[in-house]
């Protein structure tokens, strides 16, 4: 197992470029999150989907949209980056746990982006 | 606002002391987990507490979660270079789908 795959690695943009990150896992899991993680700031939740098909709002969804077409892939996508959105995305795949929520999250290594 | 406080963020200690670190909110969790990330990877699971009051051992580290589950701890005993890392503590809301995250405490363990 793979676990949880993220791609690129490192991607630096342009003011007003686009892109997309992409993040796969192969533990079958419903629950799939994209984060960042800034200086001091911990991580913060961008969007996530608790199932194919499905997305939802996080706590920092400006500037970013995600799909999720097929249960093992979340896809982060930046319509046109600024200098803000540079950070270490993190995607993280998890299984329902108790009271609905995720019991544990396997993190991906994580894409480092910056915009220039 | 930060819905989980943790402290310090930041600690240097010599190989061989102690160390208690602290994850605190005015909110209430179904679940509380600690996470050790290392440079240039994800966070990966330490361990997850579920009961009020609850202690799990994982060889030199000790996690409590606070009798009105609102708060834990991550204790090192004896602590090692090998400890270092980023300390990173995640509650689920009682009712929500995901996980919060405090800042994380950066721990480095001088030989």
């Known amino acids: 197992n793979a676990g949880v795959t993220q791609t690129p690695k490192f991607r630096v943009l342009k003011t007003g470029q686009s892109m997309t990150l992409l993040c796969a896992q192969d533990m079958n899991h419903e629950y799939m999150y994209w984060y960042r993680q800034d200086p001091g700031m911990g991580l913060r939740l961008i969007h996530y989907?608790?199932?194919?098909?499905?997305?939802a709002k996080g706590e920092v969804p400006d500037g970013y949209n995600v799909s999720r077409l097929k249960k093992q892939n979340f896809l982060l996508g930046l319509e046109s980056a600024a200098p803000s959105q540079t950070s270490v995305y993190f995607c993280a795949s998890g299984e329902r746990g108790l009271a609905g929520g995720t019991d544990t999250q396997y993190f991906g290594p994580g894409t480092r982006l910056t915009v220039l | 606002t930060q819905l989980l406080e943790q402290s310090p963020q930041f600690l240097s200690i010599q190989e061989g002391e102690n160390l208690t670190v602290y994850c605190n909110s005015s909110?209430?969790?179904?679940?509380l987990q600690w996470y050790r990330q290392e440079p240039g990877e994800g966070p990966v699971l330490l361990v997850t507490v579920v009961t009020g009051g609850e202690v799990k051992k994982l060889k030199r580290l000790t996690f409590q979660f606070g009798d009105a589950r609102k708060d834990s701890s991550l204790h090192i005993t004896a602590a090692q270079p090998g400890d270092t890392g980023l300390y990173l503590c995640a509650g689920t809301a009682q009712g929500a789908q995901k996980l919060v995250f405090g800042q994380g405490t950066r721990l480095t363990i001088n030989p």
């Open positions: 989907s608790v199932g194919e098909g499905t997305t």
């Open positions: 909110s209430v969790f179904s679940s």
